[in-house]
Nanobody, 122 residues
Framework: QVQLVESGGGLVQPGGSLRLSCTVS????????MGWYRQTIGKEREWAAS???????NYADSVKGRFTISRDNAKNTVYLQVNSLKPEDTAVYYC????????????????WGQGTQVTVSS
């Protein structure tokens, strides 16, 4: 089975920064798009950023200019650098990846990590 594990969350003051990481492990042929979502208690999970296998990025308006998504294909890892954090950024951050399990598989399957908590508070 494919596993995604996030790390790097924590408690920071407003204006602070964190670097979130997510590594894909298991048996698979390749990883296509990867991304980050976040979810606050009582609210739906919302998309924050995404990156294609070729490195093209997209961001939600709420994080654009403050967050940066990147990936290291050799390490099967996607990162999210979060800067200028605000209290409203407090959430559980989840990474996701579209993973092709086998070369013979036509479509990739979406996998999710268990999340890492980011708390922004003074």
């Amino acid at each position: 089975q494919v596993q995604l594990v996030e790390s790097g969350g924590g408690l920071v003051q407003p204006g602070g920064s964190l670097r979130l990481s997510c590594t894909v492990s298991g048996t698979f042929a390749s990883i296509a798009d990867m991304g980050w979502y976040r979810q606050t208690i009582g609210k739906e999970r919302e998309w924050a950023a995404s990156i294609t296998s070729g490195g093209s990025t997209n961001y939600a308006d709420s994080v654009k200019g403050r967050f940066t998504i990147s990936r290291d294909n050799a390490k099967n890892t996607v990162y999210l650098q979060v800067n200028s954090l605000k209290p409203e950024d407090t959430a559980v951050y989840y990474c996701t990846a579209n993973v092709k399990r086998y070369r013979s598989t036509i479509f990739a399957d979406r996998y999710w990590g268990q999340g890492t908590q980011v708390t922004v508070s003074s």
